[in-house]
């Protein structure tokens, strides 16, 4: 019971971080997160440890906890270790995926596109981790995509703040989602091979257009907002 409580405890504050019900240096404390999720104190404060470890909370002596601000340089590499890896999940997926797989894969875009036109934020990132996150358990790589879980919060935390900054069109997501899906169909290899590459490159792309919406929510952010754009044809 304890251990579902804890469970509970840290994937509720995690999604609130990562979904920015939390922002990003706000001050929490455990009792009126306890409060909130209506847990007690003890699984909260030890989901609130957990999650400190993973650079989401920070706490200060004799000051208080806080939300850390976005590290862009932990979400950048984040996007290339994705980088490295998320072509080759696609691409064995690809040759051995399942009709029942591509059934969820079509649901998936179909309710995208739904919350889309709807402006559901929450709802369009939780069905575009879904949508990836099925091509790992197509090749039962289900512990590498837990680990990216951990590991990269802070991209997450990008692509979710993403969502929030409306001059960028959904649809772009959406649309390369779509042209992925097809070329899994198809068995398109040197298709989705680029197209895998083109979505995870979004990022880089458009990371100056979020920072300077929101600058309070990021680490560093005039060096970050100074640097040199990407090189897009690398």
């Known amino acids: 019971m304890m251990d579902n409580m804890r469970s509970d405890a840290y994937h509720e504050i995690k999604y609130k971080i990562i979904h920015f019900d939390y922002i990003p240096g706000q001050k929490i404390s455990e009792k009126t997160i306890s409060q909130e999720l209506g847990l007690g104190r003890t699984p909260v404060r030890e989901a609130i440890i957990r999650i400190e470890r993973e650079d989401l909370i920070e706490v ?3 000051s208080g906890t806080y ?3 976005i590290d862009m340089a932990d ?3 984040a996007r290339f270790v994705r980088e490295c890896i998320e072509p080759k999940i696609m ?3 690809a040759a051995n995926i399942s009709d029942e797989s591509l059934a969820t894969l079509r649901k998936n875009l179909s309710e995208q596109d739904k919350t ?6 929450d709802s369009f990132f939780d069905l575009d981790q879904d949508f990836h996150h099925e091509f790992y358990k197509v090749v039962n790589k289900e512990i590498v995509w837990d680990w990216l879980q951990i590991n ?3 991209l997450n935390r990008f692509r979710r703040l993403r969502l929030k900054e409306m001059d960028l069109n959904w649809s772009t997501i959406y649309t390369q989602h779509k042209n992925i899906f097809e070329a899994v169909v ?3 290899i040197d298709d989705l091979e680029y197209l895998v590459n083109e979505h995870l490159h979004l990022m880089l792309l458009e990371r100056h257009q979020v920072l300077d919406a929101y600058p309070d929510y990021f680490r560093n952010y005039d060096e970050e907002a100074t640097s040199a754009p990407i ?3 690398k």
């Open 186 to 188: 198809d068995k398109n």
């Open 231 to 233: 090189d897009e044809s």
């Open 60 to 62: 200060i002596p004799q």
């Open 91 to 93: 691409l064995s997926a």
């Open 75 to 77: 979400a950048k590499d």
């Open 67 to 69: 939300i850390t601000r």
């Open 152 to 154: 990269n919060t802070q």
């Open 116 to 121: 889309a036109s709807e402006i559901n934020p």
